[in-house]
């Protein structure tokens, strides 16, 4: 079955740049965009953006262009996202979500969630 | 951006009640509506696709209606079980795909 896993919780200063991968299996990893959406402590659900595995292209939002890199390694079938220029409002639960049949942002399965706690 | 607004924000209910959520989007998004499911401590689930669309293994006790910038999310009988925040999601057009802010269901 499908199954996205994503790396542990970081803890970094405001500042820091944090990397956060997420393993895939169970498909072929280069024929479905891969997503990142995070959520901060009580809030709700926000996308920063896409990468296609097949070419690398990405798509980030608006809020989020010039600080976040989302990359992959297809050898390995994983996917990184890395947010650069940590905020205290960057403290959050970070998703990767694959889309649910490929090239449309309706979002399934999805990773565990890794906590990004940013405090100094 | 597309705004997706929710409503209720939060609702309780008793079991068997029939449940209804409503989304607004701030501008026609066609069809291009999602419904997930988070429970407590856990990842969101996709349930509706498409607006109307049950997703693979998702219990028909679930319904999604609705097109253009209007639509409503429904749970016939309400179980234990389905206690979660449900969001609404768009992804008509160009990026970003926006969420609704999100309505939790408690039993009363």
């Known amino acids: 079955q499908v199954q996205l896993v994503q790396s542990g919780a970081e803890v970094k200063q405001p500042g820091a740049s944090v990397k956060v991968s997420c393993k895939a299996s169970g498909y072929t990893f280069s024929d479905y965009y891969m997503h990142w959406v995070r959520q901060a402590p009580g809030q709700g659900l926000e996308w920063m953006g896409w990468?296609?595995?097949?070419?690398?292209?990405?798509k980030y939002a608006r809020k989020f262009e010039g600080r976040v890199t989302m990359t992959t390694d297809t050898s390995i079938t994983t996917a990184y996202m890395e947010l650069s220029r940590l905020r205290s409002d960057d403290t959050a639960l970070y998703y990767c979500?694959?889309?649910?049949?490929?090239?449309?942002?309706?979002?399934?399965?999805w990773g565990q969630g890794t906590l990004v706690t940013v405090s100094s | 951006d597309i705004q997706m607004t929710q409503s209720p924000s939060s609702l309780s209910a008793s079991v068997g009640d029939r449940v209804t959520i409503t989304c607004q989007a701030s501008?026609?998004?066609?069809?291009?509506l999602n419904w997930y499911q988070q429970k407590p401590g856990k990842a969101p689930k996709l349930l509706i696709y498409d607006a109307s669309n049950l997703d693979t293994g998702v219990t028909s006790r679930f319904s999604g209606s609705g097109s253009g910038t209007d639509f409503t999310f429904t749970i016939s009988s309400l179980r234990p079980e389905d206690i979660a925040t449900y969001y609404c999601q768009q992804y008509d057009n160009l990026p970003p795909y926006t969420f609704g802010q999100g309505t939790k269901l408690e039993i009363k």
């Open positions: 979500v694959r889309d649910r049949f490929g090239g449309i942002a309706t979002f399934g399965p």
């Open positions: 990468i296609n595995p097949n070419r690398g292209a990405t």
């Open positions: 501008q026609d998004i066609k069809k291009y």
